[in-house]
């Protein structure tokens, strides 16, 4: 899984995507977890990361993570692997 | 090297709520790098603000409505252009398209270029016949039916289920809910559009529209695709960002190609759920968000004018992507004397 290569974020957590036109606002902990997405990084790696960096628990992060991402994908921000 | 200077006329000076495409035209022509302009606007009615914006139209004659016949238009074009000598028209409402296109020969004998449409070309993308349009050409449209009496309404739309479109077969249409509301609109767009009047099928999903400019013998020279951000009551775009979609152009290119499309034109096409474009209306003629697509990089009008006059015109191979348009409104203080002089006689 892993943020269209099209889809452009900018630092102020602006997100275009340029196919449809449509912009959203990233919060600071959704821009992180948009970069990571976009090097192709396993959604267990990213968990361990945001668990390393704030002071949360594995359930709260696994259950806004999965939210966070079903969003994207609802927005079609998201490709799995091997699609284009 | 110096710039020629072309004398254009151009139509839909209607810079209002629901605006006519000629003062973007103009903009765009005012900004032309391979000529200079000089504006002649041709006018309907007396309060186009167009008229009034002498920093885009040099000179404004009133010209009869279609519904006037051609003759009385050609009457009229011949008395301007001996005054002013036009290279060039560009028509820009619908509803006069089919009268410029019929004098196309006699303008040319004038000394006046267009570049429209063939009549082919205008007849069988009309809005009442869209379904043959879309089988002739393999490109998908929303089921659609010309009805000429209320009476027809109920079959139609309990086939397609509610709700439908009800549209004029120039302008106009209403998203209706039930039999009430479709018969309300059928007087209501009938009683100014006349019959006969188009039942749509409704399609659900995100609109998008496409400028572009077709050769006439196939070419696409240009393209803008456009998503509507802001949508006013009569879902006029009042705001649109620039869009890149490869299937969007595609599709265009393909619909340039298979019709050998001579001319400006606006595609309006729904993306449904599946992710799949249905082509909802093809305008012939420039749109009203023109301009964004002079901003983006390609200028359609100046392009057009190249091609009516004969001349060699590359086709533009790239835009701005996210780039946005935002109109607005704004109040123009006018002279009595100004609006008296156009309203008594004809020109200003």
């Known amino acids: 899984m892993k943020i269209k290569n099209n889809i452009a974020v900018s630092d102020s957590g602006f997100v275009f995507n340029p196919a449809t036109g449509e912009s959203f606002s990233a919060n600071p902990i959704g821009m992180e977890i948009m970069e990571l997405l976009k090097k192709g990084t396993p959604t267990q790696e990213i968990s361990n990361t945001i668990l390393e960096k704030y002071e949360t628990d594995a359930p709260t992060i696994d259950k806004d993570l999965h939210d966070f991402i079903q969003i994207l994908k609802q927005y079609t921000l998201i490709e799995e692997h091997g699609k284009a | 090297m110096e710039k020629p200077e072309y004398t254009i006329g151009v139509t839909a000076l209607n810079a209002i709520d629901n605006p006519g495409p000629g003062i973007p035209v103009i903009r765009a022509l005012r900004e032309a790098k391979s000529f200079n302009v000089r504006i002649i606007g041709l006018s309907y009615e007396s309060l186009e603000p167009g008229i009034y914006m002498h920093e885009l139209v040099d000179k404004t004659y009133q010209i009869p409505y279609p519904s006037a016949g051609t003759d009385l238009l050609l009457e009229r074009l011949e008395y301007i252009q001996d005054q002013e000598k036009m290279d060039v028209i560009i028509p820009n409402f ?32 009309l809005k009442v016949n869209l379904t043959e349009f879309g089988e002739k050409y393999d ?57 006969p009047i188009i039942i749509q099928k409704f399609v659900h999903g995100t609109e998008y529209n496409i400028t572009g400019l077709g050769d006439g013998k196939g070419n696409t020279i240009a393209a803008v695709p456009m998503r509507k951000q802001y949508i006013t009551d009569i879902g006029k775009a009042w705001g649109g960002i620039a869009v890149s979609d490869d299937h969007l152009l595609e599709l265009t290119r393909d619909f340039i190609a298979k019709t050998k499309w001579q001319g400006g034109f606006e595609l309006e096409l729904m993306k449904n759920k599946k992710g799949e474009f249905i082509l909802l209306e093809i305008n012939p003629r420039i749109p009203a968000w023109i301009y964004l697509a002079v901003g983006v990089g390609q200028n359609i009008p100046e392009a057009l004018v190249n091609l009516a006059l004969g001349k060699r015109v590359e086709p ?33």
């Open chain 2, 94 to 125: 619908d509803a006069e398209l089919f009268s410029f296109i019929k004098l196309q020969p006699k303008l040319k004998a004038m000394g006046i270029h267009v570049f429209l449409p063939t009549p082919e070309q205008f007849e069988e993308r």
């Open chain 2, 316 to 348: 533009f191979k790239k835009y701005s992507v996210g780039k946005m348009f935002i109109r607005y409104s704004w109040d123009m203080m006018v002279e009595l004397s100004e609006f008296e002089k156009i309203s008594t006689t004809g020109e200003l």
């Open chain 2, 139 to 195: 490109i998908p449209v929303p089921e659609s039916e010309a009805i000429f009496s209320m009476d027809k309404i109920a079959d139609i739309a309990n086939d397609y289920d509610w709700p439908v479109l009800v549209k004029g077969k120039y302008y106009d249409a209403s998203v209706v809910y039930n039999i009430e509301q479709a018969r309300i609109a059928f007087n209501k767009i009938s009683s100014k559009w006349g019959l």
